[in-house]
């Protein structure tokens, strides 16, 4: 009998149970403790970024470097379409607009329909982008680096400073990316922009049951994160606050499972490597069925695995469900965000391509747990359906 085959599961056979026993001895559980400021400055120092501060998820994050970039509910934000929701929503809890863009073959955002959207659809003046359908005043870009792929940041990057728009990563899928190539050469994703962010769900390469880290290389932004994710404390033996903070803090258990999991990250990274070369190897020459690539330029972390089924003999649905009768997990592409029922009279920007990779990509399982024979089983399992 078949076992089952999880899409993304964790991988905790380090130091995880010894970290985190050190923690609940020490009973230095919440989000006091050391465990959490090593994270930070290990997190910090393996991206080379400045500083990190730690938070509760990647979704936690993403609103707080919303906050530091300075957006209101004035303003607008240009966001991907392809992409989990949670990337979106938080523009949407400080009451801004979202603009919503196509993707390009890497499935992140596309550079040159951004540039367009800038250049015919924005007025310049005073240093500020502005849409001339909505009026609002563009304040930030929320890029996705998606499936751990590289988006275009050497075109993206010139854009947002040519128009002053804070330029956010959204590196949650990404940690350990970054560009063996080119002008950026050296750079982690999440370090490139103004801000970035990671995400350490379970599903992500590394995680900490829950839990997120903002980096960057702008003191003022980190000091800023972390007053706002600390609940805003002016004084804190009197608590006294400033402003509206956040209970965002990550606790000390989840940063003794992160400490764990970091040490293990390029190992990871190898066995991603090693199993999407297998995959690869073995969908080559079938019909139908082609393994999107990753960006040439950049060491990518092989979060994800897509495989793009078009003229298959079972198109993307079909497969799925077959894949679920012969116990191995797999999934769609997510849902484009501007037609989900939130942001359905949103703005939204030339969409083509991702309705394209929407139609035709299936994620199959990708877990730093998968063996080399597990990775031949789906493969045989889908070529067999011919």
Known sequence: MHKFIPLSTPNLKGNELKYVTTAVETEWVSTGGPYVNEFEKKIAGYVHANGA??????????????????????????????????????VQYIGAEPIFMDCDDSLCMDAEKLEDFCVNECDFTDGRLVDRQTKRHIKAMLVVH???????????????????????????????????DGSLKG???????????????????????????????????????????TQA????????????????RMTNLQAALGLAQLEQLEDF???KKRNYKRYKELFAGVNGLRLLPFRDSIRSNLWFYSLYVDGFVLDRD??????????????????????????????????????????????????????????????????NAE
């Open 269 to 271: 990274i190898s066995i």
């Open 146 to 180: 998606v499936f751990g792929n590289m988006a275009d940041m050497e075109a993206i990057l010139p854009i947002a400073r040519r128009y002053n728009v804070t330029l956010i990563e959204d590196a949650t899928e990404a940690i350990g990316t970054y560009y063996t």
């Open 187 to 229: 750079k982690y994703a999440g370090t490139i922009g103004d801000i970035g962010v990671y995400s350490f769900n379970g599903n992500k390469i590394i995680t900490t049951g829950g839990g997120g880290m903002i980096v960057s290389d702008n003191e003022d932004f980190l000091y800023r994160a972390k007053h706002l994710t």
């Open 53 to 90: 501060v730690s938070c509760q998820n990647g979704t936690a994050g993403l609103h707080t470097a919303l906050m530091v970039a300075g957006v209101t509910k004035d303003d607008a934000v240009i966001v991907p379409t392809l992409t989990f929701i949670a990337a979106v929503n938080p």
């Open 318 to 383: 079909k497969l799925i469900q077959y894949l679920a009768k012969n116990k191995i997990q797999s999934r769609p592409i997510w849902g484009l965000i501007h037609e989900q029922k939130p942001y359905l009279g949103s703005r939204s920007y030339k969409i083509t391509k991702a309705y394209e990779y929407w139609r035709h990509v299936v994620n199959i399982p990708c877990s730093t747990n998968l063996s080399l024979e597990d990775v031949e089983r789906v493969a045989e399992c889908i070529k």
């Open 233 to 248: 404390k002016s004084d804190e033996l009197y608590y006294t606050h400033d402003e509206v903070g956040y209970n965002y």
